[in-house]
């Protein structure tokens, strides 16, 4: 069963500073799909980033960015130029990319992040 | 405005009183699921749907039941609640590509005494 792991419960960083959540995954699949969701106080989960695991190239969107090893099964998430207004909770999430079936989304346990003005 | 609708946000039962989270999505996706979220769990996916009358278990599917008569919905059923299924509850829709973005719905926080 493919499982994702977030090592740091929780992570705190200095506003306009850059941090980095970790997030390891295992699976025997080789096309799969990685997302990080943000979950917001109100509890709405937003997607910040997706990759695919066929692309070498690392995506990135606005401030945020991500490292994907695909032999060391890592995909973390760079966030720069923090502000107050990405303090939330981070799932990383693992999707297998079947040609027809279960569309399920496998969660880490979440990264509590805190910006300090 | 694509979105998908989860009503109640908040819901207080007591054990045993049947109750329904409904869940509505105007993106015509065909694959809809239900997942909970539990401190230190993450979100697991209770029960999923990939097209109208097409229903099968998540990884935790005790207690919960569902159904898929119209596209557009996919409630959430609880006959008999019990404490241990106070938790977070988030319905998603996708469009059934491998790609492609699934959509949350607000939440539902259900609390059972």
């Known amino acids: 069963a493919q499982t994702v792991t977030q090592s740091q419960p929780e992570m705190s960083v200095q506003e306009a500073e850059t941090v980095t959540l970790s997030c390891t995954y295992d699976?025997?699949?080789?096309?799969?799909?990685l997302f990080w969701y943000k979950q917001p106080p109100s509890r709405q989960m937003i997607l910040v980033i997706r990759q695919e695991a066929y692309k070498q190239q690392n995506a990135t969107e606005n401030r945020f960015s991500v490292n994907f090893q695909k032999a060391a099964k890592s995909f973390s998430l760079k966030i720069s130029d923090s502000q107050l207004g990405d303090a939330a909770m981070y799932f990383c999430?693992?999707?297998?990319?079947?040609?027809?079936?279960?569309?399920?989304?496998?969660f880490g346990t979440g990264t509590r992040l805190t910006i300090i003005p | 405005e694509a979105q998908v609708t989860q009503n109640p946000r908040y819901l207080i039962t007591v054990t045993g009183k049947k109750l329904t989270v409904t869940c509505s999505q105007n993106?015509?996706?065909?694959?809809m699921s239900w997942y909970r979220q539990d401190p230190g769990l993450g979100l697991r996916q209770i029960y999923y749907?990939?097209?109208?009358?097409?229903?099968d278990k998540g990884d935790v599917p005790e207690g919960y039941k569902v159904s898929r008569k119209e596209k557009r919905n996919f409630p959430l059923i609880l006959e008999s609640p019990s404490p241990n299924q106070t938790s977070l509850y988030f319905c998603?829709?996708?469009?059934?590509?491998?790609?492609?973005?699934?959509?949350f719905g607000q939440g539902t926080r259900l609390t059972v005494v």
């Open positions: 699976t025997s699949e080789s096309d799969y799909y």
């Open positions: 999430a693992y999707k297998v990319s079947p040609f027809f079936g279960n569309e399920k989304l496998t």
């Open positions: 993106m015509n996706h065909e694959y």
């Open positions: 998603a829709s996708s469009s059934g590509t491998a790609n492609t973005e699934a959509f």
């Open positions: 749907s990939m097209n109208v009358e097409v229903t």
